[in-house]
C-alpha cells in the first residue's frame, strides 16, 4: 500500500507539475497575442494617418533615397504618381540637386533630424515648389529610413514676397 500511495504521490506532483507549465504556456501564449494586436493596432493606425492626411508624406531608404512609399498627398503635390515615385530616387527624378541631397544627409547626420526646414523641390511638370519639409530617421524592416513630411508654401512664399514688394513702394 505504500509503495501504491508513494506511486500516486509522485504522478500528481508530476500532473501538477505538468499542469503548472500548460498554465505559464497559457499566460506566455496570451501576452504574445495581446502583443501581436497591439503591434497590428499601431500599424492600422500609422497606415490611416500615412495615407489619408493632408501634408505630403514619402519613406526613402536612407542609404540610397530611393522611395519606398509615398502618400497621396505628395504625389499630388509633386506630380509623380505613386507607381513612379516607388523605386526611384529624388535625384533620378530631378526633384532635389545632388547638392541638396548632400545638404540634407549633412544636416542629417549632424542633428539627426531636420525640422520645419524651407527647401525647394522641382516638380514633375519642372515648376519649382517651395515647401516646408522635416525628416526623422526610422526604421522600417530592419531597414534605416528616413520619413519625410512635405508642406507647399509656395503661394505664402509670393504673398509675402508681394507684401514686400508693396511696403517698400510705400
Not at 499542469?19 to 506566455?28: E, G, H, K
Not at 493606425?45 to 519613406?59: E, H, N, T
Not at 527624378?93 to 524651407?118: C, F, H, S
Request: glycine residues 6%; hydrophobic residues 40%; contains cysteine.
Amino acid at each position: 500500500d505504500l509503495f501504491m500511495v508513494l506511486e500516486e504521490q509522485k504522478l500528481l506532483e508530476e500532473l501538477g507539475i505538468d499542469i503548472s507549465f500548460a498554465l505559464d504556456n497559457m499566460q506566455v501564449e496570451k501576452q504574445r497575442e495581446h502583443a501581436v494586436k497591439e503591434l497590428m493596432e499601431a500599424e492600422e493606425r500609422f497606415q490611416k494617418a500615412f495615407y489619408s492626411g493632408p501634408v505630403g508624406l514619402a519613406i526613402t531608404r536612407a542609404s540610397d533615397g530611393v522611395y519606398i512609399d509615398v502618400n497621396p498627398a505628395f504625389s499630388d503635390l509633386i506630380g509623380f504618381s505613386r507607381d513612379e515615385l516607388v523605386g526611384k530616387t529624388s535625384l533620378g527624378l530631378n526633384i532635389t540637386t545632388p547638392a541638396q541631397r548632400q545638404e540634407y544627409v549633412n544636416a542629417m547626420v549632424k542633428e539627426g533630424a531636420i525640422r520645419d526646414q524651407e527647401m525647394v523641390l522641382r516638380s514633375k511638370s519642372g515648376e519649382t515648389l517651395v515647401v516646408l519639409g522635416s525628416m526623422e530617421v526610422i526604421e522600417l524592416n530592419r531597414e534605416t529610413c528616413v520619413l519625410s513630411t512635405t508642406i507647399d508654401i509656395t503661394r505664402r512664399r509670393g504673398m509675402e514676397e508681394e507684401l514686400r514688394e508693396i511696403e517698400q513702394r510705400f
